[in-house]
């Protein structure tokens, strides 16, 4: 048995999942994290694998960009393979002048303006968080590997191209560390489907101060937030 966007067999991926929204990043931690790597998936190009991390069985799949592209994978990751923890290892802009380059945040939940939430909820507000038992776990692990991480919430964004200004305002004043593309719809369909997640994201541009990585780091580096995600497996 397969899904429709995913080529695996059932049994092809492992239990847990990490979730990067760049198939590139996938393939990049794949090959330099895990052992006895097997790709599963390469329909349009959206790359999946499953390999071993000091003995643990953990996958890898990308999921585009966006809470639509997000929401296909998640749902089919959740109801055709099983999968019980999905961790998103992605990036974010920072609207925290503070919150520089690189800086790790532990996402404890997410604001955001997914139709899909508005259509669900009957213009009511959801308020999707972390799976407490993964928040908690990354954080222990976190301390014991000495890496910083900052908790706290994010706003999820179907709209990375904007024109209305000061858009960020009244969301920092209200302490939104930064703004990604799909923490919303990850957290909103494990609470639905009674899985885990949780969102580890890497500052990769300030949109305050117009500081931004290069599409190279995007892709390689960001070491930290692995290094976190994988422990969780």
């Known amino acids: 048995m ?15 999942v990490l979730l990067p929204g760049d198939p590139l990043r996938a393939k990049f931690v794949a090959e330099n994290y895990l052992t006895d790597v097997v790709c599963y998936n390469k329909v349009r190009n959206m790359f999946g694998f499953t390999g071993l991390y000091k003995g643990q069985r953990v996958s ?3 999921t585009g960009m966006g809470m639509g592209s997000a929401g296909i994978y998640i749902y089919e990751l959740i109801h055709t393979y099983r999968c019980q923890n999905l961790i998103r290892v992605g990036t974010c802009g920072s609207i925290q002048e503070d919150l520089d380059l690189g800086q790790v945040l532990l996402v404890t939940g997410a604001s ?7 259509v669900l909820f009957k213009n009511q507000h ?3 968080t972390a799976s407490f038992k993964l928040l908690v776990q990354a954080y222990e692990i976190a301390k014991r590997l000495d890496i910083r991480v900052h908790p ?5 964004t179907n709209t990375f191209y904007d024109l209305e200004p000061n858009r960020w305002d009244v969301w ?5 560390l930064g703004i990604d593309m799909e923490t919303e719809i990850l957290y909103t369909m494990a609470c639905r489907f009674g899985v885990n997640a949780l969102s580890l994201l890497t500052v990769s541009d300030n949109i305050l101060t117009g500081s931004a990585s290069s599409q190279e780091d995007r ?3 960001f070491n ?10």
Do not use: Y
């Open 172 to 176: 920092k004043a209200h302490g939104i």
């Open 2 to 16: 397969r899904s429709i966007h995913l080529e695996a067999n059932v049994g092809d991926i492992a239990e847990t």
């Open 126 to 128: 959801f308020a999707p």
């Open 219 to 221: 892709e390689k580096t």
């Open 112 to 118: 955001g303006d997914s139709d899909a939430n508005t």
């Open 60 to 62: 890898i799949q990308g």
């Open 152 to 156: 706290g919430t994010v706003f999820s």
């Open 224 to 233: 930290q937030m692995m290094e976190v995600a994988l422990g969780l497996a």
